[in-house]
């Protein structure tokens, strides 16, 4: 691979789990948090982001050293938890799929004044002409790039134009008024959890660029990857602080839209609708190749139909969403999920790093091990929290 193509599919790794991380439901819950919160959402904003940087270093270098797929190395550790492993990431992946459709949806609603469920279908259908292509990986990577600093583009201009307390917000950064651990841990949940710590890492690996040689670039890519979802996520906050330190209440049916509403009119509220079009957009593709990705070694018939599984994957999200609505508790279980399937992951990957016959004569870094282990512990202990909620909420 000539240096033109591996800078394209570093770029397109990393934009894919960033732009996997930024969907309707990231906005949504940064927008309503941020309401919630005022200036003290940066302190949550923070520590959510240095341990998703934790995370995904360690699950990103690992993957790439040992060669292998994050079911592969579940698998070497102890046979059968590949599949468990899978099949959590597969439901999660689904559930927020179709949260990913109906965002598109109402991304295209909010643009051109369609019906839900026509602007659903064209959502499921955009996925699925990208995934028709010989070329999808690639085309994919374009995508992913493209709609990512558009996003990044459009949010900076609302965030700018709002004009907000930034001093207020930095000093919360780093000396927080009050602390809130469940909005860290959707936080983190939100931004590594579930398929998205495995998206990048997962396409680096079907492009070849694995082992110990290729780990400068590995970091690269993964920091950028979570560089851009943190701007995204920080331009966001301002945006919304702006607005609601103004006094003005967000509707909190759709509280997102209605912060760029109230901050840059009818202009504002279109460009909501393309951020949150290409949010949901790249979302829908994240979700759907890495939820196949897992599948791929596990079942022969998937990685010879990988497309096909993948367009399979797409159209069953988007008819569940025209069909059934938006099934709610089915995105409550996979959000509690998610909270729980990080630590698991997370715990699995730490364990190979210290096993030769997975990772070969690879050192991995000390520092990352430790706190790759407090991240663990920490969101286990969270999504555990999530559960006993869950199961409340299902008596």
């Given at each position: ?19 996997s991380?930024?969907?309707?439901g990231?906005?949504t ?7 919630d ?6 302190f ?7 341990m998703?940087?934790v ?9 790439a ?6 079911q592969?190395?579940a ?11 899978t ?45 028709s ?12 790039q493209?709609?990512?600093a ?10 700018f134009?709002?004009?907000p ?5 930095v ?7 009050s602390?809130?651990?469940?909005a860290?841990?959707?936080l ?10 495995f ?15 290729n ?10 990857g ?36 109230i901050a ?13 079009l ?11 190749y890495?939820?196949?990705?897992f ?70 870094s ?5 706190l ?13 929290q ?10």
């Open positions: 691979m000539d240096k033109k193509s591996n800078l394209s599919v570093l770029l397109g790794a990393a934009f894919l789990m960033a732009t991380a930024i969907g309707p990231f906005m819950q940064t927008a309503v948090f941020t309401k919160m005022g200036p003290t959402f940066a949550v904003i923070l520590i959510s982001v240095i998703s940087f995370a995904q270093l360690n699950v990103w270098r690992i993957l050293v040992s060669k292998m797929r994050g592969d190395v698998n070497s550790i102890l046979p059968g938890l590949g599949y468990l492993i099949f959590l990431v597969c439901l999660g992946g689904l559930a927020f799929n179709i949260g990913n459709v109906g965002g598109a949806a109402l991304g295209f609603q909010v643009l051109f004044d369609i019906d839900l469920k026509l602007a659903a279908i064209i959502s499921g259908a955009v996925g699925v002409i990208i995934f292509f010989k070329s999808a990986s690639k085309l994919m990577d374009k995508l992913t493209v709609l990512g558009l996003m990044i583009l459009l949010i900076g201009y609302v965030a134009s709002t004009n307390p930034v001093g207020a917000a000093k919360e950064t780093f000396v927080p008024s602390v809130n651990l469940m860290i841990i959707t983190i949940g939100g931004t590594v959890g579930g398929y998205i710590i998206s990048g890492g997962h396409r680096l690996i079907d492009a070849g660029i694995v082992g110990e040689e780990l400068k670039e590995v970091n690269k890519s993964a920091m950028l979570m560089g851009v979802a943190t701007v995204v996520r920080i331009f966001l906050f301002l945006a919304v602080l702006g607005v609601v330190t103004l006094g003005n209440e967000l509707d909190p049916g759709n509280p997102a839209a209605d912060a760029f509403k840059a009119g009818v202009v504002g509220y279109k460009i909501f609708g393309l951020v949150f290409a949010a949901a957009l790249t979302s829908i593709v994240g979700a759907a890495t939820s196949v990705s599948l791929k070694t596990l079942f022969k018939v998937v990685a010879k139909y990988e497309n096909l599984f993948i367009i399979g994957f797409i159209v069953t999200s988007t008819l569940i969403l025209i069909f059934l609505g938006k099934p709610v508790k089915l995105l409550i279980l996979a959000g509690s999920l998610n909270g729980i399937i990080l630590p698991i992951t997370l715990a699995i990957t730490l364990i190979a790093s210290k096993k030769s016959s997975i990772v070969g004569s690879y050192k991995h000390n520092i990352l091990f430790y790759g282990w407090i991240v663990v512990i920490v969101t286990a202990y969270i999504g555990v999530s559960l006993s909620s869950l199961t409340k909420l299902f008596a």
